[in-house]
């Protein structure tokens, strides 16, 4: 089962901005809070919000005082193929691929094409963009994070080598330098 969140616009902006900023929790919080409110899920560690289409974006330090953001992330879809499931071959594998399309096309229609595009090897290949900023960038990704795909935009800081990313691009994405 597929579970798809509708991602507008005026998310994609300040996500956008965000790789341009300075990645302060403080700052990164200011602007999220004018697009939804702060969410009950929040920790010391973790600044949630809730924003517009029933979408989560979490802050998550990258510092033990929490001052600084190491990622941002907004889950948009979810999928649960079922316990040991082919995904390669999975009759939903085309609506999870459309989903990723369209989310796609919302960014780029938004913020401009993306700077770079990529896919994983193997068997069920997940499929990246990245969009590059001044001191950051933002990513829109397949991933198989807590053991079912999803998909979904983090932004980060610039990684210390330069983007240079290795394969599974979510696994570079989570822990580049």
């Not at 079912?148 to 696994?171: K, L, M, Q, Y």
């Amino acid at each position: 089962m597929i579970e798809t969140l509708p991602l507008a616009p005026v998310v994609v902006r300040p996500l956008r901005s965000f790789a341009d900023g300075d990645f302060e929790l403080k700052t990164m919080s200011e602007v999220a809070a004018t697009l939804g409110a702060p969410s009950a899920n929040s920790d010391d560690r973790l600044a949630c919000f809730d924003l517009p289409g029933e979408l989560v974006l979490q802050l998550a330090a990258a510092d033990g005082g929490a001052e600084r953001v190491g990622a941002a992330v907004v889950p948009i879809c979810g999928w649960d193929p079922g316990a040991g499931a082919e995904l390669a071959g999975h009759p939903e594998r085309g609506a999870y691929d459309g989903h990723y399309d369209q989310a796609l096309e919302t960014i780029s229609s938004t913020v401009g094409r993306p700077d770079h595009d990529g896919v994983d090897d193997g068997p069920f290949p997940f499929r990246w963009s990245v969009w590059l900023g001044r001191t950051g960038l933002m990513a829109l990704q397949q991933s198989h994070y807590d053991d079912c795909p999803d998909i979904n935009i983090w932004v980060r800081p610039s990684p210390a080598g330069g983007f240079a990313p290795t394969r599974p691009f979510a696994e570079w994405l989570i822990s580049a330098p």
